[in-house]
């Protein structure tokens, strides 16, 4: 393993969770990295990132601190990761921001949409060439996330909310809301499509008629069913006319948005419900 650290950078669609919707604004949460995404870096190095290839971070997470861009070129800690772990997507993180004034200012920039994007900093591993020359980082040793202003790999990486830290019993919560689920209405294609629901400009993201529509009991209902509900919300997304470039993270994060979603996902991707 060599010495050196690399940063890498993706776009997350952030949404900050306000405390009407069951959290404190602090605790960042989502996609830091996807999986087996082929990603140019540069002329001569095509990469990415195996499933796994983290392990040795996930059982320390309180070790890898969540930054205000990198600190190796004068970023600022505001606080650090309380849980890592491995889904279908890429690395799932938890980041608490701490209260300095740096992180309130940080939650604030993400909130009206001036902070974008997350880039990880990682020293390489064990490395090997796929076909095409693609080199697949199959180990790596994580050393921080951080917000940034630039990213390379799109969608594919989504912070799901901002929300609380507090535990629940989100097995419970998840019974009772399918034991609540009505029966699907007619109409949830053209609500689907609807584009003047809840007043947001996003097309795809949090506040979209799309996005209100499948976090909503129509929608979970819709996938929930299915042997592989996650994939079965992605092709769904797909057919809606979601860029393929960004279903994969569109639908993690969809189903990280609801208590019903996130204990389905990680019921079928061998977490826990965050």
């Given amino acids: 393993m060599t010495a050196e650290t ?4 993706w776009m997350p669609d952030l949404e900050v969770r306000s405390a009407a919707k069951g959290g404190d604004g602090r ?3 989502g996609i830091a990295v996807p999986y087996g995404r ?11 990132f195996a499933r796994g290839a983290f392990a040795a971070q996930i059982r320390a997470a309180h070790r890898v601190p969540f930054m205000r861009d990198h600190g190796p070129h004068g970023g600022s800690l505001i606080g650090r990761a309380t849980e890592l772990r491995d889904d279908a ?7 608490r921001v ?5 992180g309130d200012e940080t ?16 020293r390489e591993g064990q490395n090997r060439k796929l076909p095409g020359g693609v080199i697949e980082r199959v180990s790596a040793t994580l050393t921080e996330v951080a917000i940034v202003m630039a990213g390379a790999y799109g969608e594919a990486a989504t912070v799901t909310a901002v929300r609380s830290a507090a535990t629940v019993d989100r097995r ?7 034991a609540a689920l009505p029966v699907l209405s007619a109409d949830a294609e053209a609500l689907t ?3 003047s629901h809840g007043g947001s400009n996003l097309k795809y993201g949090p506040g979209s008629s799309l996005w209100e529509y499948w976090v909503g009991p129509e929608g979970f209902a819709r996938y929930a069913a299915s042997p592989h509900p996650w994939t079965a919300l992605r092709d769904a997304l797909i057919a809606e006319g979601a860029p393929t470039s960004m279903a994969d993270g569109l639908a993690t994060n969809i189903m990280q948005a609801t208590p019903a979603g996130r204990a389905l996902y990680a019921k079928h991707h061998g977490g826990h419900a965050a």
């Fill in 6 to 9: 690399f940063t890498r950078q």
């Fill in 27 to 29: 605790t960042v949460c």
């Fill in 38 to 48: 082929p990603q140019p870096i540069d002329s001569r190095l095509t990469e990415q």
């Fill in 89 to 95: 997507a890429g690395l799932y993180t938890e980041f």
């Fill in 98 to 102: 701490s209260r300095t004034e740096k």
């Fill in 107 to 122: 939650l604030e920039l993400i909130k009206d949409g001036a902070l974008s994007e997350l880039s990880v900093g990682f």
């Fill in 172 to 178: 419970a919560q998840l019974n009772q809301i399918v």
């Fill in 193 to 195: 499509r609807a584009s």
